[in-house]
């Protein structure tokens, strides 16, 4: 048997402190579950003689709980040190990539104070730009699970019903398609109906992050959100990342959670060690045109989890829950172009152009890092996009 050390550079974000999952077809070949190692995919199903992993997705991985993720993470950390069979080692560059997980249910957050308070004095100029449930629960919404796709995907420009200066709608092309610069958590173990997870036991039943893109239409949003929440503005396409960092590569990004005042109600209190140092790019066309700061994110994760499941509701293996936008407190760390351009009437230049939303054949990619143990940095796997043409009809 060939074998092959895989060597890395100090600098390499892919290192074996990071070791995230997908699901991977080396070309003419099946899909079945990779752990990405600098800039090769490592065949599990092959590497552990394991067939959990020989599935087109990780739910049945994810299903089997915290103590074998552990294990399957020690021994991978402890392989990749040493030579690997040739056989198992397929480069990033030659495989395809699909969505790693079946997504079951999709919940989508607001949980960023400075997107919220931004947005809320767009909504409703004059009025309190945080609503009075803000601060007492992480307000959400069950998103359309069937509809997010890999990065890499291309979004086609929606259509709908958009409300012009008569008062009437028309219907046609969004003409505000916008981002949102999302962290996703992955559940692993599910839960049983009627019985809520503890906000301290949130730990055990999330198995990882992947970044996401909310793409969105404002125009459309604007006009069919009353009194309902997002429906067809956000419903076309969601796109998240092809890999799930492990949250147990994310221990050295812990940090303590802003301040929550008032404070929230007993089954939302929790530890506070759930804020995440994670620093975003948001790169449009090419250019860097932000940076959210995940570690000021008002609501945690594991609140979040803790409140989707408050009412009895249960999660599955595979389910996604997002952030929301993350936007931090200055301008040029927002998560969305409607916050970035001031509602649309202040634009920003891109790569020489003035810009506001986005144009047909327009790219976006969102990267992240955050810290990893003595004092490197670890990546998250990017989210990419672009904008087709709407389709006539
Ligand atoms: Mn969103």
Not at 155 to 183: M, N, Y
Not at 237 to 247: C, F, R, V
Not at 293 to 313: E, I
Not at 331 to 347: A, H, K, M, T, V
Request: hydrophobic letters at 40%.
């Amino acid at each position: 048997m060939r074998t092959l050390r895989l060597e890395l550079g100090n600098d390499d974000r892919f290192g074996p402190d990071n070791l995230p999952y997908g699901v991977f077809a080396p070309a003419g070949g099946e899909f079945r579950t990779g752990v990405r190692f600098g800039s090769a995919v490592l065949d599990l199903a092959a590497l552990l003689d394991d067939s959990t992993f020989a599935q087109p997705d990780l739910n049945a991985f994810l299903a089997q709980g915290p103590v074998r993720w552990h294990t399957v993470r020690q021994r991978l950390r402890d392989l990749v040190r040493g030579p690997l069979p040739a056989s198992v080692i397929h480069p990033l560059d030659s495989v395809s990539l699909r969505l790693p997980v079946a997504i079951g249910d999709y919940v989508d957050f607001y949980a960023s104070i400075d997107h919220a308070t931004r947005l809320g004095r767009f909504l409703r100029p004059g009025g309190a730009p945080l609503l009075p449930n803000w601060r007492h629960l992480p307000v959400g919404y069950h998103g359309r699970a069937g509809s997010v796709v890999v990065s890499g995907t291309p979004v086609i420009r929606p259509r709908g019903q958009l409300r012009t200066d008569s008062g009437a709608p028309e219907f046609a092309p969004s003409r505000r398609l916008d981002i949102e610069a999302e962290l996703g958590f992955v559940v692993g173990a599910g839960s049983e109906p009627g019985t809520p997870i503890a906000v301290d036991d949130v730990g055990a039943h999330i198995f990882g992050v992947a970044l996401v893109n909310d793409w969105s239409a404002r125009d459309i949003q604007a006009w069919e959100s009353q009194p309902l929440g997002p429906f067809l503005a956000k419903s076309f396409a969601t796109t998240m990342s092809a890999w799930i960092t492990p949250l147990a590569a994310l221990e050295s990004a812990r940090v303590p959670l802003p301040d929550q005042s008032p404070e929230p109600l007993p089954y939302l209190r929790g530890r506070r060690d759930w804020g995440l140092d994670i620093d975003l790019r948001v790169h449009w066309n090419g250019h860097e045109v932000s940076t959210p700061p995940y570690r000021s994110m008002y609501w945690s994760p594991a609140q979040m989890l803790a409140h989707l499941t408050v009412n009895g509701a249960a999660v599955r293996p595979g389910d996604l829950f997002a952030s929301g936008t993350i936007s931090g407190p200055e301008r040029r760390q927002s998560g969305s172009f409607i916050e970035l351009s001031g509602n649309g009437s202040e634009p920003i230049e891109v790569g020489g152009e003035a810009r506001t939303f986005l144009a047909d054949g327009d790219s976006v990619t969102i990267t992240a890092t955050a810290p990893g143990p003595a004092g490197a940095r670890i990546a998250l796997g990017e989210v990419s996009g672009h904008v087709l043409t709407a389709r006539r009809c």
